[in-house]
């Protein structure tokens, strides 16, 4: 369906994100595209919509060179949609109005059949109450649910997403990645540039994994996420699941930790609980390490989530004279610290103390 072969482009001299990219994408592929910020994933996208032009290279799409002189453009857009980060609704219409007017204007579809087929697409998103409501009067997942049905008004045949939940607080996230899923069950060929790397593994059946502005790896979820065959891809997974927060004088800023841990929750896409659980386990050792009678020189935090769901292991290490702080602690707090982390442990290596264990979401 789609070829891409030796795609370059070049902002300047100096920025080229996408260098020499070769890809095949075939009908009813779910392709998720990940990998480091500033790796060319969006500007890859722009380049299959010809939003971008390319420097070099060709772009086939159903055998049809799309770089070539002449090439109707406005024919790709129609038969290859996009749903942006920031949902590019037009504020002075209703989400029905908006759904309704691509078909309208550039497939001449009557406004009665394209309003009834425009209220069955927000149905399909969830959003059939909310069809006379505008942009301003909705959330933001709502109104990116409303972009995508925009999308699939026009019955592309292709759908490109670029990073659809990143404008979104983290409470609507869910709600735009499962129309997405529902999208994915029936058969539309999509490309989703994302963070979101529970859903790609559950969602897609290929991932490109892009780097040095190519396709630096590709596979199925299980080939990337549990036996990346590259050295960058494997560091790049481990990265996703792993919170190192590093304090060089030893003084504990929870709030601090706290946040990194919520964005850390937030990309691991943990439960609500094991994340609960997480803050509490974390509350309670740096406060005893503050509260600590040898005071710490030093000190680093280390979360890092399995491939298996539910757990996160913690380790928490500390420079300065040997003192377990689980002993130091009150009988309240110790008793919290082993409720959320059974296995809970302290060692002691030369000038470093350690205390380490899991905390699982049990339900």
Not at 165 to 175: C, N, R, Y
């Amino acid at each position: 369906m789609i070829r891409v072969e030796h795609l370059r482009k070049e902002f300047s001299k100096s920025v080229v994100p996408i260098t020499d990219l070769n890809c095949e994408i075939h009908e009813g592929d779910v392709v998720s595209i990940i990998g480091p910020s500033g790796t060319g994933k969006s500007t890859f996208l722009n380049l299959l919509n010809r939003l971008e032009e390319p420097t070099s290279g060709k772009i086939w799409f159903n055998g049809e060179d799309t770089t070539a002189p002449g090439y109707d453009l406005k024919r790709l857009r129609r038969e290859m949609g996009m749903v942006f980060q920031n949902f590019n609704l037009f504020s002075h219409q209703t989400l029905v109005e908006n759904v309704m007017l691509g078909p309208v204007r550039l497939l001449g579809k009557g406004r009665q059949e394209m309003y009834e087929q425009a209220m069955d697409l927000l149905q399909r998103v969830g959003l059939y109450s909310h069809a006379l409501k505008y942009p301003s009067e909705c959330s933001g997942g709502q109104q990116q649910r409303a972009a995508i049905a925009r999308a699939m008004a026009m019955n592309p045949k292709v759908l490109l997403f670029d990073e659809p939940t990143s404008a979104l607080d983290p409470s609507m996230v869910s709600e735009v990645l499962s129309v997405i899923r529902n999208l994915a069950g029936s058969g539309v060929t999509m490309l989703v540039v994302t963070h979101e790397m529970t859903f790609a593994r559950e969602v897609s059946n290929r991932i490109f994994y892009l780097d040095e502005g190519i396709v630096y790896e590709e596979g199925s979820p299980s080939d990337i996420f549990e036996r990346p065959a590259r050295k960058k891809t494997r560091l790049f997974v481990h990265n996703i699941r792993c919170l190192d927060w590093h304090s060089p004088d030893g003084t504990m800023d929870y709030p601090g930790l706290r946040g990194e841990m919520e964005r850390f929750a937030y990309r691991c896409v943990l439960s609500q609980r094991l994340m609960n659980l997480l803050n509490i386990l974390l509350e309670e050792t740096t406060t005893l390490l503050s509260q600590a009678a040898a005071p710490a020189a030093e000190a680093h935090i280390h979360v890092e989530v399995p491939e298996r769901k539910g757990e996160a292991q913690v380790e928490i290490r500390w420079k300065g004279k040997p003192a377990n702080i689980l002993e130091e602690a009150d009988e309240y707090s110790s008793s919290l610290i082993h409720h959320v982390c059974p296995n809970v442990v302290y060692e002691e290596s030369g000038e470093w103390n350690c205390i380490r264990g899991s905390v699982r979401d049990a339900r």
